[in-house]
């Protein structure tokens, strides 16, 4: 018996580590996971603009830095929920824009909103225009984020459906 367990579980071990279906799928998020503040902020929203207006998408501005605790918790969420996961990657083309001491990339911030808090969110369209300016204090609760609330951002902001993407 302890063997056949043994050869079942060698055996199921490598599907059980695989990478989440959902998450295999991931749209090009530019510029990736990090808050870097040698990137080149105003270059990576540009190209997540081409890519959303290629994609019939909207750009999601993620604004904050690695120094800030509710910037990962937010990117903690969307990497556990595979629902708001699946909604941010399709509607839209993320881009993390750094804000630090290092780098507080004042010339492509200062074209929108103040921002108050960290993370922020922008909502621009496939043309680069802002549609949303979105103080992530309003999705909070208790010491993370509020799973509904965040959805509803999204679905809200998503870029329309075109016949092409039904």
């Known amino acids: ?20 279906a959902w998450a295999a799928d991931t749209v090009v998020s530019v510029p990736g996971d990090r808050f870097d503040p040698a990137r080149d902020a105003a270059r990576d929203v540009a190209e997540a603009v081409a890519q959303a207006k290629a994609g019939g998408k909207r750009v999601l501005v ?13 990117d903690a969420l969307f990497t556990d929920d595979a629902r708001l996961h699946a909604l941010r990657e399709q509607g839209f083309v ?11 990339n004042e010339a492509l911030l200062g074209q929108w909103p103040k921002v108050a808090g960290y993370p922020h969110l922008f ?10 300016s979105q103080d992530t204090g309003l999705l909070e609760q208790d010491k993370g984020y509020n799973v509904d ?7 809200r902001w998503a870029a329309p459906a075109s016949p092409s993407r039904l």
């Open 1 to 20: 018996m302890r063997r056949l367990l043994l050869i079942l579980s060698l055996l199921a071990a490598p599907a059980l580590a695989q990478t989440p």
């Open 62 to 74: 993620d604004v904050g830095g690695e120094w800030c605790v509710w910037c990962h918790r937010l």
């Open 94 to 104: 993320t881009v993390k824009v750094n804000w630090s001491k290092e780098n507080k």
């Open 123 to 132: 909502v621009l369209d496939a043309d680069g225009r802002l549609l949303q």
């Open 149 to 155: 609330k965040v959805a509803a951002f999204l679905t």
